[in-house]
């Protein structure tokens, strides 16, 4: 009997040792998107709030590179977060905010509307961006099934360390240094970017034989809708100013998101049309030759998009708040001690 005990013993022992080696390797083997492609550490980020948010922003690159939630604070007093990932599709926007509901409601949601140009499954290294920093929950599995392209599997996002296993080769000090911990690289969400390389694109969409946004984008979208009407939030839609036709946003596409929030009663700001009036310069506010504003032009876009909510949507300023405040002060601090560094 005793023989039977110490052999089971024994071999739970093993099993043990066992799962936690393969989550060690697995937890070393994961890229670590610090030093490079940096914004896969975005998603993640957000389980480290302990404060609720006024707004929360969802989308890709346009919105985590185009607003600075620090600005929100310093001039208005409205407190944010940028949900945002690298080309985020819309039915990952779409789980990302009803995974959030279940933390918090904010009283406004704001969705950028260029993803809505694709209708089906892009690009792995972009899904694992945003899959990954996921927490598990119904949200994170329907966001998988939701985006796997035909090569991907979902035994690969269940265990990652089938898909990263070969990384061991490419190991450095960062993998080490951040194994159990990473530094965190945004500002609520905002990607800060601070070099210059101005540019002004005199090029045009190419011509499309179908204009028509696909029928599964604009399902999300309206699956958006209704989640934030059962919830009472005010859902905003956005196009986020660019000046390059890498990203093109055809006059048709705008046609169709405007007449989709006339029906539904929605407020839309094309931001492309503005950025005159927003006082954006082309060959100063951004760092890539018009595709992205740098944190000089996302300022600006950031002040006077605040100025419509405060003064649109009644949102409250919130800094007579002493423990928002001294949340925020320290957030303030962060954001200035990197925008000055790298200036």
């Known amino acids: 009997m005793k023989k039977k005990i110490v052999c089971s013993v024994g071999i739970v022992c093993i099993l043990l040792v066992t799962v936690l080696l393969l989550g060690f390797l697995q937890m070393l083997l994961m890229p670590k998107y610090q030093s490079v492609s940096r914004e896969g550490s975005l998603i993640g980020e957000y389980y480290a709030e302990d404060t609720a948010h006024d707004v929360l922003f969802v989308g890709d690159c346009e919105v985590y590179e185009s607003f600075t939630p620090p600005t929100l604070w310093e001039e208005y ?5 940028i949900r945002g990932s ?25 969705f950028n509307v260029l993803s809505l ?12 961006m945003t899959l990954d920093g996921m927490q598990w929950s119904s949200s994170k599995w329907k966001a998988i099934r939701a985006s796997m392209t035909e090569e991907e599997t979902l035994t690969s996002y269940l265990f990652p360390l089938l898909r990263f296993h070969s ?7 960062e993998d080490w240094d951040c194994l159990f911990s990473k530094p965190t690289v945004s500002h609520n969400g905002y990607l800060m970017q601070t070099g ?31 989640l934030c009407e059962e919830k009472g939030i005010s859902l905003i839609l ?13 006059d048709e596409w705008d046609a169709q998101i405007t007449a989709y929030a006339e029906t539904h009663g929605l407020p839309y700001y094309n931001f492309i049309p503005l950025c005159e009036e927003i006082g954006i310069d082309w060959s100063t506010d951004t760092y890539d030759a018009g595709v992205h504003l740098n944190v ?5 876009l950031t002040s006077y998009f605040g100025a419509i909510l405060a003064e649109e949507f ?4 919130g800094r007579n708040d002493p423990a928002l405040t001294a949340v925020w002060s320290k957030k303030l601090t962060a954001y200035y001690q990197e925008r000055n560094q790298e200036s």
């Not at 100013?241 to 093109?248: L, R």
């Open 296 to 300: 000089y032009g996302a300022e600006k």
């Open 238 to 250: 956005i196009k986020a100013p660019a000046n390059d036709w890498k990203y093109y946003w055809y």
């Open 117 to 128: 140009k694709y209708g089906e499954p892009q690009d792995e290294a972009y899904n694992r």
């Open 167 to 173: 990384r061991w080769k490419g190991l450095t000090a």
């Open 86 to 110: 690298a080309q985020q599709l819309s039915w990952q926007s779409y789980y990302l905010l009803e995974e959030m509901l279940k933390y918090e409601t904010p009283k406004v949601v704001v």
């Open 314 to 317: 009644g949102l409250e300023d």
């Open 196 to 226: 210059i390389k101005g540019g002004k694109s005199d090029r045009v969409g190419v011509p499309l034989a179908d204009y028509t946004l696909p029928e599964t984008s604009m399902n999300y979208l309206e699956a958006m809708r209704q």
């Open 77 to 81: 007093g409205i407190t944010s977060y």
